[in-house]
Every structure is written in structure tokens, then in C-alpha cells.
């Protein structure tokens, strides 16, 4: 057996959850033998010298990632400024293999909570002993580069949550109508970090904005919209005021429809890529909300309130999708324009072809990482073994 640490954001963000399960699902899958996954939440967990010894003992690898830790939150207390709260001096003390998988550079916009020497200082000591060090795009790689890690030593791989397997969201003949079904996400989390000041008046102008363009497309063609909350009740101060906006009968809720995915955990992951794989058109505002149904080869705009979308659009070759909040709360872009842009998206066949194109040119590069992790894993087990096997544990 395969005995895996895997160090993540396992919180209540269902993006990351399918990340997460996406990432051990096809690590599992690269391998005949049997792996074992131990979960580890990287905002509750300090590694102390009593959790390196207990990672030394019961695991043959530590997986760190992937998803957005590259973010310094001052309420959990990290000694690395980022999501691996572990202190530079006991990183010696680890003696399992450590990979670095997909991690995100993750500040915000408006984030003023960083400490960028003690942050570069950690990452720069985590590269030189990590066995493999990737990051999820060519941004994350550019910002990482500028506190003095090595380009050359960074692998690229996309986001796991691309890759993330599904099941058909069975609640879907629910939603009546024949028009599109947009899915829409909405980002509740961190408004002052998102936005400059004024940001709530900001941040409300952004979604007034969408929800006149939903009504638009609600008239015209008939469509449906399905509220996508990654953050429950987070994601959803808006609801009520869209459901006004573009009236009820056209408005669906994730949660009412298919309760049991909330709160997130390893059985919710394949419905709620399933919801994403129902719809015609995702609006989101979170990176997920984009990858997702990116993943599932179906279209999208990303309302870009974070690096890491534009980051995420670049690598991929499809910028034409993004929207900037600032041209919707400046009024640069009408709520009317914003309507015809997304019929453009729905109906142009090319836009399709673009992202199936995008997409499958992904599959080979992600393929290849997981048989690499799966290989250092495996030095980790003979390390075991050998310690198992030498005299001195035999005749202890």
C-alpha cells in the first residue's frame, strides 16, 4: 500500500473539495497498487515536531497542494505566510518525500495581509527539498519567480479540478423550460479584497449589472438561470435580489434542488460537477466556477475579480472570455452589451471549438505529473521498508 499525506484546503469550499478529490482520484487510478489518502486540512493544522513525527511514521509521501495556498490569512496564524504552517526550521525534520502539486499563487487584489520576505524565504527553502515542485500556471510560476524561486525547478500543471470526474445531476428535469440553463457563481467571500473602496457599493453595482443581463437573455430566449454557491450562504447574499430582478419562475437554486451536496464532502464533488455539466453557459466569478465547466468542455465567462482567473485564461488561450468587474461598476460595459456578449458566447460556434481544443491539449502534461508523484510515492515505501527491515528495528 501506498500511504499518502495529502495537505490541502479541505474546508467549506466545495472548488476546492473537487479539486482535492479530483487530485486523488487520478493519482489512485495511475497505479495498480492500493493507495490510502490522509486528509489534511491546511487552514486548522500546525505542524509541530508531535505532527512531523506522526507524518514520519504513517505516510511514504507528503502531498502539498493543489489549489490556491500560495494566501496569507493572519487568522490562521501561519509561521510560512502561506497555507503550509510549518516552520522553516523543522522542515528538516520531514523525512517522507515531499511533492508540491498545482499550488496557486492566491492574494487578492485588494489583500494588504502579506509578509513577502518570510513568505519567499519559505518557499525557497520548501523547493530545495521538495522531490517535485509544480505550480497550476505560468502566473502562479512569474509571481513565485520574483521572490527568488527557481523557474527551472517549477513544473506546470493545470488545476485537478479540470480533470475532476462526474456524475449526471439527476435533479436536472426539474428545471423546467427549453431555454439555455446559465449556471451562475457568485464570490461572497472577501468583498473588501475584491474590490476598491467603496466595495460594497462596488461589489453591488457588479451584480445589478449581471442580473439585467440575465433578464435580457431570460426574455429573449427563454433561459434559465441556476444559482451555484461554492460557499453556501456565502455565495448566496444575492439571491434574493437576482430572483427579483430576472423573476422567479426563471430562477434555480443548487441547494433547494440538490440538498445533500451541502456541506461539501467526498460524495457531493461528482453531482455538483454534474450541475456544471448540465448547463449551457457558466457565469462565475470564482476560479472553479471557470474550470469547472472548462473541464466538462462547456462554455464560459469569468468575471474576473482575482489574478488567478486571468492567469488560468492565458495558459489556456481564452482571454476573449473574461469580463472585467471595473467595466461593469463603471458602466464602461452596459448591462445591455454585457447580454449580447453572452448570446455571442452561447451561440458562435467557434467558442466552443476553442475551449474542447484548450481543453483536451491539457490531458497528457496532467497524466504524466500524476505518474511522477506516483514514483517518488513509491521511494517513500521502500524508504519504509528498508527502515522496517533493518536489523535495529527487526531485534528492537
Known sequence: MIRIWHHGAWNRNLGDWVLHESTQHHIARATSR???FTSIDSQKTR????????????????????????????????????QWNIAREDL?????????????YNRFP???NSDSRRLAQHLREVQDRAALFSVRNTGTRSALSSLGLSPGRMRLVSDAAIFAPWNVWNERDQVEGDGPLIAWNFSGDRPRHRY???????????????????????????????????LQTIDERYDEHIAHVVGRDHLFRLPELTPEIYPPRAESTRRFVGAYASCDLAIGMRGHSCMIPFGREK?????????????????VGLQNLAVSPQDLWTGRLSSDDLADRLLHILDDRSVGAAITQARRALQSDFERLNRDVLRIAQRGVSQRLEKRDAPHHRHR
Not at 505516510?59 to 505566510?81: I, N, Y
Not at 462554455?299 to 495558459?315: I, M, N, P, Y
Request: charged residues 30%.
Open 196 to 230: 476598491p473602496e467603496p466595495h460594497l457599493e462596488r461589489e453591488a453595482a457588479c451584480v445589478e449589472a449581471i442580473a439585467e443581463a440575465l433578464r435580457t437573455l431570460c426574455e429573449s430566449r427563454g433561459a434559465r438561470v441556476l444559482m451555484i454557491p461554492h
Open 47 to 82: 505542524y509541530d515536531q508531535r505532527k512531523i513525527e506522526e507524518l514520519n511514521d504513517t505516510a511514504d509521501l507528503l502531498l502539498v497542494g493543489g489549489g490556491g495556498l500560495v494566501f496569507h490569512r493572519p487568522e490562521d496564524r501561519s509561521v510560512s505566510g502561506w
Open 34 to 36: 492500493e493507495v490510502s
Open 110 to 112: 485588494f489583500d494588504r
Open 299 to 315: 462554455r464560459f465567462v469569468a468575471l474576473s475579480t482575482h489574478a488567478k482567473t486571468e492567469f488560468f485564461l492565458e495558459d
Open 92 to 104: 528538516a525534520r520531514v523525512r517522507v518525500p515531499i511533492v508540491v502539486y498545482g499550488i496557486g
